[in-house]
């Protein structure tokens, strides 16, 4: 099924902050979000959204808003793409895909 198309202008990219005195790794009471075991150092992706179509998609929400899901992504809760992001705050998606790519 190909992806729907939405305008530009209906898209929303803002960033959601980090919420503060949640918990991390299995202790959260959202754990897992995205797979059992996830590294969870950055709770809310620090990319987001990245708009790179390997890692998610634009959806409709349940509002009614166009936001971007990645919902099935898994590159920044793998152990050595988190650590690599935590010491390289710039790294690009494609840089951080490079490094999980060499795992």
């Known amino acids: 099924m190909k992806e729907e198309e ?28 995205h797979f059992k075991g996830q590294v969870c150092i950055f709770c809310y992706c620090p990319k987001y959204p990245c708009e790179d179509k390997e ?3 634009w959806i409709k929400s349940s509002k009614g808003d166009i936001i971007w899901t990645c919902i099935d992504c898994k590159l920044m809760h793998e152990k050595r793409v988190a650590s690599y992001l935590k010491r390289h705050p710039e790294a690009t998606v494609e840089e951080l895909k490079k490094v999980s790519a060499n795992e």
Request: proline share 16%; net charge negative; aromatic share 6%.
């Open 6 to 33: 939405y305008p530009e202008e209906l898209k929303t990219r803002e960033r959601l902050e980090e919420p503060k005195g949640l918990p991390k790794g299995e202790e959260c009471p959202h754990y897992p979000c």
């Open 55 to 57: 890692l998610g998609k």
